[in-house]
């Protein structure tokens, strides 16, 4: 132990004696340790750390499929689940639907997210209230009294976390509901933004939840101690088989699928933080070599003190010990400044990905990431200081002890090792820019992919009536449709209109598509997206009418309910006849109306930019009419400054009406906002990774520059016998730069095989990728070209110190 101090002070004595070199070290492994250390507090919340619950890895999420259909997995119908109870391998089961509520408070209504479960939901996952109690199941029926749950924050905020519940109301849909719980704040389910929780079956007598083909739950289960999932996929497939046999048509071809609950909450984001996990890692290895590369330039001068301790006793291992420690203490001083970097980092990610990613509000600087950090500081001491200690203990005495000698003790053994990390960054390098380069071509062609319709100059607000002024139908539609005359007469405004589901933002209802005179297989029709708009929708949008006509206000559904379908529909169904006159319906065939096909119009991208076009059906409102609806006022000036007006306007037609206001992607003030948050998680993906690699361009470039300039140094002498010999400058520029390039050269080479090697891996995460090969030629071409010429600029600066020297001052060098 003596000895280790011993150590530890003389590493801090020569760390403080060359603080130049100990600057440069630690912030190069600052940036590397707190980039990895930030990345892996997202990656350790999200994917690694088990779910909060009791036993969580017999947590499963229970979905149905239709593989004749689709391939992903679909949404439960309640008919289903109440025959799944009957199953023999759950403990216990559960179903749940998203729902946001509307809070009556003593301001102004206020949005909240909810959702509607069965009173089995706690106790599958093995939770309880942190005060009060859950459902009972006598209160999880149609026409039960009104009770709620609410979370931990919800109880501080409204309710002045009086432990005393009884006597606790709130209003809901301005329908009142007695508290008889609060959850641990801990509890986050089915969401991060959950804070109110309803019995399930207070509506369980709906239309839509009596329908067996309706799907509109999700469902969990928790498995018996003693059965597997393969053993439950095998049974649950039994009995969905089973349920078809004794339904005929009621929902043909579905079954179940199984799959983990912790696999369903993270699997769609695992891919990209894994990707950014590994860019993070490529960071840190190139600021290792780097360290090393520092190391070994300054063992030279430290060549003479070695043999000197060398000489009056000291073994090899004991100096490769000193050494080491004083490349340990490197990076535990990187490490610390790297804590403070990730932890504005961890801020940062933790805030931004809150709407992208599920539980990121989980995501802190806590044991695990430090304990991480400490790991990776240590670890990296070691790696990059072993290679230097090794190599400068490794002393010839009599030479060293020569006067003059400290070049010739540089060694071609060191130059060669200084020369494969240099090799090794710039392979490292290609392969994160590469990574990079191919997520900005996929943005990119994002970006470029035509909507179906105009967003610029586009207002939008998505807004809800008060159920108990707004009773009947005819008041909604009067309401909306006179608010839309309004707002179009607004100074700066051009046209206005509504509609249930604006595109981008989400598919809208979908049911199965019915034709008439035409039948499908069993379980093979087709599922159709539905929209309900008012007037103008089409024109305010600026998407395209084909064929046909727009709405009126005449389409009222009294003579006749008629309907627009768009392009994919006409050319798919009807793709040899008019399809105007033509009769469909959508949804389950026995409760909906045939609807007369009045136009068509263009494709809309409504899931998405990524997602292909739908098959698309648009109603009149007034057939239809809801309470919640998108307001949409295409403008003449900035959008941005007229969203205050358009809400002041709305206020004024109705003093108690709700304004959305609690997700801040999809009741943004502007379409173009709206289009900019359904591309937030790629510009995430791909700011992230290409901040990586230019820092990783930035490390290999000075990596390079470092080596070219070490050797200049080492071969004055040489440059400058040269020079007296009649070697002219454009000699010396070549000797330089061609002894720099041949590294870059092998190291592009090596980078692109290894890129190239990668992509299978890369190919098999779909979802990072749009319209991109992993393999482009373009992308790995301009790539290898840009850091060729960066790393030729890092060899350039050296080589014209070294076309400067002067013969005769060369000469007299050491």
């Known amino acids: 132990m003596e000895t280790l101090w011993q150590d530890l002070r003389y590493g801090l ?43 969580p890895e017999r947590l499963v999420a229970v979905n149905e499929n239709n593989p004749k259909q689709v391939r992903e997995p679909l949404n439960v119908s309640y008919r289903n689940f109440l025959d799944w109870q009957q199953q023999s391998v759950f403990a216990e089961i559960a179903a749940y639907k998203f729902e946001e509520f509307i809070l009556k408070t003593s301001r102004e209504p206020e949005p909240v997210q909810g959702a509607q479960v069965t009173a089995s939901l706690f106790s599958t996952l093995g939770v309880r209230p942190a005060v009060g109690r859950a459902f009972l199941p006598e209160e999880d029926k149609a026409g039960a009294a009104r009770v709620a749950i609410v979370s931990h924050g919800f109880w501080t905020r409204h309710l002045g976390a009086e432990a005393n519940l009884s006597g606790k109301t709130i209003t809901l849909n301005n329908e009142s509901y007695s508290v008889i719980g609060v959850m641990p704040p801990s509890f986050k389910f089915p969401a991060d933004q959950t804070e109110i929780w309803t019995a399930l079956g207070l509506i369980a007598d709906q239309r839509y939840m009596t329908n067996r083909a309706v799907h509109v ?58 990707v950014l996990f590994g860019a993070v890692g490529f ?63 961890t801020a940062w990610l933790s805030d931004y990905l809150s709407i992208l990613v599920p539980r990121a509000t989980d995501v802190a ?62 392979a490292l390098s290609l392969v994160l820019l590469i990574g990079a380069g191919l997520m900005i071509k996929s943005f990119w062609r994002l970006q470029q992919v035509n909507p179906g319709f105009q967003p610029q100059n586009l207002v939008t607000m998505t807004v809800s009536l008060p159920s108990s002024k707004y009773q009947r139908v005819a008041p909604v539609v009067a309401f909306y449709q006179q608010l839309i005359e309004k707002l179009a007469r607004l100074p700066g405004a051009q046209t206005a209109s509504a509609a249930s589901f604006l595109p981008i933002t989400g598919s809208g209802g979908q049911g199965m598509l019915t034709i008439e005179g035409r039948s499908f297989a069993p379980g093979t029709a087709p ?22 006509r727009e709405f009126t206000e005449r389409d009222d559904g009294r003579e006749q309910k008629v309907v627009i379908i768009n392009e994919s529909m006409a050319r798919r169904h009807f793709s040899n006849e008019d399809p ?139 440059i400058g016998v040269r020079m007296a010999l009649g070697a002219q400058t454009r000699d010396v520029l070549r ?3 061609g002894q720099g390039m041949s590294l870059v050269l092998i190291g592009v080479a090596l980078g692109l095989v290894s890129a190239f090697a990668m992509t299978k891996l890369i190919s098999s995460f779909s979802d990072l990728l749009f319209d991109v090969k992993a393999t482009d030629p373009t992308t790995f071409v301009t790539i290898a070209l840009l850091l060729t010429g960066v790393a030729l600029l890092a060899c350039y600066l050296p080589a014209r110190r070294a076309m400067k020297v002067d013969p005769m001052v060369a000469l007299r060098y050491e």
């Open 13 to 55: 004595r020569m760390l403080r004696t060359h603080p130049s070199f100990t600057a440069v070290a630690v912030i190069a492994l600052a940036l590397g340790i707190g980039a990895n250390s930030a990345i892996f507090s997202v990656v350790n919340a999200v994917v690694l750390r088990p779910l909060p619950y009791p036993e």
């Open 217 to 274: 739950l999700s469902a969990v289960a928790r498995l018996k101690a003693d059965v597997t999932l393969e053993q439950a996929q095998t049974e649950m497939s039994r009995l969905a088989s089973r349920i078809q046999q004794e339904n005929p048509g009621a929902d043909p071809e579905h079954s179940v699928a199984l799959v983990s609950l912790h696999q369903q909450v993270v699997g769609n984001v695992r891919p990209a933080l894994l």
């Open 283 to 345: 960071v840190l290895l190139i600021a290792c070599a780097n360290v090393s590369n520092l190391l070994l330039a300054r063992s030279s001068a430290r060549q003479r003190e070695i043999s000197i301790r060398t000489a009056l006793g000291a073994s090899r291992s004991r100096v490769a010990r000193q050494l080491l420690t004083e490349s340990v203490l490197l990076s535990l001083m990187g490490g610390a400044l790297g804590v403070l970097l990730a932890l504005w980092g």
């Open 365 to 426: 600087m806590d044991r695990q990431v430090l304990g991480f950090t400490l790991l990776l500081s240590v670890l990296t001491g070691l790696a990059f200081g072993l290679a230097p200690a090794l190599q400068v203990s490794k002393t010839n005495l009599s030479d060293a002890l020569k006067d003059g000698s400290a070049a010739q003790m540089g060694g071609l053994a060191r130059q060669h090792l200084r020369g494969l990390l240099v090799i090794a960054e710039v």
């Open 527 to 548: 599922s159709a997206t539905y929209r309900r708009n008012l007037p103008n929708y089409f024109r305010t949008l600026g998407i395209p009418l084909v064929e046909g």
């Open 580 to 718: 105007l006159g033509k009769r469909i319906k959508v949804g389950p065939p026995e409760n909906e109306p045939w609807l007369t096909i009045v136009g068509v119009v263009g494709d809309v991208k409504n899931e998405g930019l990524q997602v292909e076009s739908a098959l698309a059906t648009y109603e009149p409102f007034a057939q239809r009419a809801r309470l919640t609806m998108n307001l949409v006022v295409r403008t003449t000036v900035d959008p941005a400054s007229m969203a205050a007006t358009v809400e002041k306007e709305v206020r004024a037609a109705e003093p108690d009406i709700i304004i959305f206001k609690s997700d801040k992607i999809s009741n943004a003030s502007t379409m173009t906002e709206r289009m900019a948050g359904s591309v937030a998680p790629q510009r995430f993906n791909m700011l992230l990774l290409t901040s990586f690699a230019i820092l990783a361009l930035v490390l290999a470039a000075v990596g390079i520059y470092g080596v070219i300039s070490y050797a200049v140094t080492q071969r004055t002498r040489e």
């Open 735 to 737: 000797l330089v730069i």
